[in-house]
Every structure is written in structure tokens, then in C-alpha cells.
């Protein structure tokens, strides 16, 4: 392996590369990454027989999770568009908050349906949604798709009982209660500049380009649309049962059988496998569709997500073959040393890790390992805010190696300059905002 100077050199390389042969060269975004991937691994050293390797287990180790959750989310929204359901619950947001706040209220909505569920879950729930109030709004689907992914990034960092957030907490012995009220008190304004204010100013100046999937792909008889509550109760299913997955140790024995099965629903492949089910019969043959249009859409609606899968895969491989090249290594040596107060410290750690690795839950587990034992000896500092700063470090500059890159560049058709104009920036937003509000904080808690 080479020094840390080098690495970080051919890193800084490899991410350059890579965006030169998108923008420029218009190479697919998938072979790119695959191609970018192995040639930084060769020139960081790994040996040659080992690279392939590497390169498959990070792309496995994504895809065994991602491939199911955006599936099953996919059909599930799939049910919602061709229902009518998406539309009842776009109808109903907009008339109580007004079309002017629509962005306002997909915010608040993703702040609430992401608490126990991961990013990605989060945005396969509520995109239709977005897609919905943009056709209604007759708006750029990045104004209220942008508030949206940053209610689900805030709550992914910082709001226990997130599984990122708990993490933190648990390595720093926070208080999990005034955590959620720290959280609270920092999240929200950082999520409202970060989404609704940043997307007002930054979406006139992305391309018009209309989203993949924006409109329903067949042409049918529509159903009678189900009610607000009934859709809205099946779109939250999935979130109530990996609630309830996250609260089994409370609820339940550790090892008995209802801790089990809590644990086993909660999973966010059953949870929203369930979802698909029951919205076969709630938005589906309850209203009139058939069974035959049911397997339709659910065939129909699988083909496109093809590519948006395998680009997160194989951006993760990218991040994989980064960390396995000794990148991270290297940063946490070069930051580990450093004379800074332990909140700042904690934040650039994981701003660091992220950047390195495009992981937030990881960049957040590596940083509160190294800072727990600092932070242990600066009694001065609670360990609640060590849980945000963390948080806020660890979702800094999303860019090549991150799949919530991908996620938003292809599900709303933008090109990588237009992602990073406005994904790029609106994390670094959060993570920047998120540290200022904490660091304010901590000067009078």
C-alpha cells in the first residue's frame, strides 16, 4: 500500500476521473464506476489477484440490501400511482398546507416517516408522492424532492431511534431522550435551510428535464381511488413494523419469541414485503383492479429500477475498493492527532469517513469509536451533542461513492452536474448548518 499523501493524491484522481468520463466522455455511469474502481485499486497497490474481490463484496454487500428495499418499494409505489392512492395523499397534503408550502410539507412528512427507517427505504416510500405534487404543481420535481431527501437525511444522522443516530449514542452512553430533543432542536432548521429554502434557490437553475417515471407507464381504466386514510395507512405499515422492530428489546425479552418475531417484521424487507401484500388488496382488488393488472404493473414497474440498482451496487464497490486501498486509514491518522475541540473533532472525523467512504452509518460508527474514549476524558462536553456533530459530520459532501448520490440522479433524471449543484450541496448544507446549531447549542446546555 502507499503513504497517505499518495493516497489521498490518487484518490482525489480516481473521483475526477470519474466525473470527466460522465460529464464529458458520456460513459455510462455503471461501466465508469467499474471502470474507475479497478483502476484505483491497481494504482493504490492492491494486489492484483485480490481486486476483483474486493470490488464484489462491496458491490454484494450493497445490493443485498438495496436491490430488495428498492424493489419492493418500487411496487409498493407502483400500487400507490396506478390506485390513485399518490394522488389523494398529494391532493390532500397540498390542500391543508396550500400549494405554496407543498415543499414545507414534504419536508415534515420525511422527518416523520424516516425515523425508523434507513434513507433509501425512506425515499422509495415517498417519491411517487413527489412525483405526484410536481405534476400537480406543475414544478420542477427536485422542489419538493429535494426537501424531502433532506428531511430523510437529518433524520438519518441525528434522531435516535434511527439506527445510525442510536449507534452514536450508544458509543458515546448518550441519553437517548435528550438526544431526540437535541436532535429536534437542531435538525428541523437545519432540514428547512437545507430543503425547502436551498431548493427555492437552486432548482430555477437545474435543466427542465422531466423525471424518470414521473408519469404512470399504462394506460387503463383507473379504479375508484382508495381514501386518504386507508393510503396513507398502507404507506406507513412498513414504518410502524420496523418501529416496532426497533423497540423489541423494550417491549419484549431479550431471546424470547416475541423479540424474535418483532426483530424478524421489523427487518425493512419484510416490513415493506408486507406492505406490497396488504396494498394488493387496499389499493388494488379492494377497488376494483384486477389481479391480472396487479401482476402488470408489478412486471412493469421492476425494469426500470434495473439500472438505479446497479449503479448504487457498483458505487459501492467504488467506496469499497477506497476504504480496502487504505484511504480511511490514512485519514483517521492524519486527524486522530489533531489539537481540536473534541465536538469539532468528532464532526471532521466522520466528515472525512464520508467523503472516503460515501457511507454515513459507517463514517458515524468509525468516528464515534475513535472520539468515545476523547470524549470520555472532556467531561465538559455532553455526549448528546457529541451524538449530532458526529451526525452532521457524517453526511457532508455526497458525491460518486455515495448510493444517495445515484438514487436522486437517476430517479429524477438529472445530470451528475445538476446532482451535485443540488444534492451535493444541500448535504454539505446539513452537515455544515448541523454543526453550527450544535456547536450554539452546546455554549448554553
Aim: glycine share 10%; proline share 6%.
Amino acid at each position: 500500500m502507499h503513504s497517505g499523501g499518495l493516497l489521498f493524491a490518487e484518490a482525489i484522481m480516481a473521483i475526477a476521473a470519474l466525473i470527466l468520463l460522465i460529464v464529458r466522455v458520456r460513459l455510462s455511469p455503471f461501466i465508469a464506476l467499474v471502470l474507475v474502481s479497478l483502476a484505483l485499486a491497481l494504482a493504490a497497490g492492491i494486489p492484483p489477484t485480490g481486486i476483483v474481490k474486493i470490488f464484489e463484496t462491496g458491490v454484494g454487500g450493497a445490493l443485498g440490501h438495496i436491490a430488495l428495499v428498492v424493489g419492493l418499494g418500487t411496487i409498493l409505489g407502483k400500487m400507490m400511482v396506478e390506485s390513485g392512492g399518490a394522488e389523494r395523499i398529494a391532493d390532500t397534503v397540498i390542500g391543508f398546507f396550500g400549494p405554496r408550502r407543498a415543499d414545507w410539507a414534504m419536508m415534515s412528512v420525511a422527518l416523520i416517516v424516516g425515523l425508523p427507517v434507513f434513507f433509501e427505504v425512506g425515499f422509495v416510500l415517498l417519491v411517487p408522492i413527489v412525483f405526484t405534487v410536481a405534476r400537480r404543481l406543475d414544478a420542477h420535481p427536485m422542489r419538493v424532492g429535494l426537501p424531502m431527501a433532506a428531511g430523510l437525511s437529518v433524520v438519518h444522522a441525528m434522531v435516535p431511534p434511527h439506527p445510525a443516530a442510536m449507534l452514536a449514542a450508544q458509543a458515546y452512553h448518550a441519553d437517548v431522550g435528550l438526544t431526540v430533543l437535541y436532535a429536534l432542536i437542531v435538525g428541523i432548521p437545519t432540514a428547512a435551510i437545507a430543503g425547502p429554502v436551498y431548493a427555492k434557490w437552486v432548482v430555477p437553475r437545474l435543466s427542465p428535464l422531466q423525471p424518470v417515471g414521473a408519469e404512470p407507464a399504462a394506460l387503463h381504466d383507473k379504479p375508484t381511488p382508495p381514501g386518504f386514510g386507508i393510503t396513507l395507512a398502507t404507506l406507513l405499515l412498513p414504518v410502524l413494523l420496523m418501529m416496532a422492530g426497533s423497540l423489541a428489546a423494550a417491549v419484549a425479552t431479550p431471546g424470547s419469541s416475541l423479540d424474535a418475531s418483532l426483530r424478524f417484521v421489523g427487518t425493512p424487507v419484510v416490513a415493506l414485503l408486507a406492505a406490497v401484500l396488504v396494498s394488493y388488496w387496499t389499493l388494488g382488488l379492494a377497488r376494483g383492479m384486477s389481479a391480472e393488472a396487479i401482476r402488470s404493473f408489478t412486471n412493469d414497474c421492476l425494469g426500470p429500477t434495473a439500472m438505479i440498482t446497479l449503479v448504487v451496487g457498483v458505487g459501492a464497490g467504488f467506496g469499497k475498493v477506497l476504504t480496502e486501498s487504505g484511504i480511511s486509514g490514512a485519514i483517521v491518522q492524519a486527524v486522530a492527532g489533531a489539537h481540536v475541540p473534541v465536538l469539532v473533532l468528532a464532526w471532521l472525523i466522520a466528515a472525512l469517513m464520508r467523503v472516503a467512504t460515501g457511507s454515513a452509518t459507517v463514517s458515524m460508527a468509525t468516528a464515534a469509536g475513535i472520539v468515545a474514549p476523547l470524549a470520555a476524558a472532556s467531561p465538559g462536553v455532553r455526549p448528546e451533542l457529541l451524538v449530532l456533530a458526529t451526525g452532521a459530520g457524517s453526511v457532508v459532501f455526497s458525491h460518486v461513492n455515495d448510493g444517495g448520490f445515484w438514487l436522486l440522479k437517476e430517479y429524477f433524471g438529472m445530470s451528475v452536474a445538476d446532482t451535485i449543484r443540488s444534492w451535493t450541496v444541500c448535504e454539505t448544507l446539513i452537515s455544515m448548518v448541523g454543526l453550527l446549531l450544535t456547536y450554539g447549542l452546546s455554549l448554553v446546555v
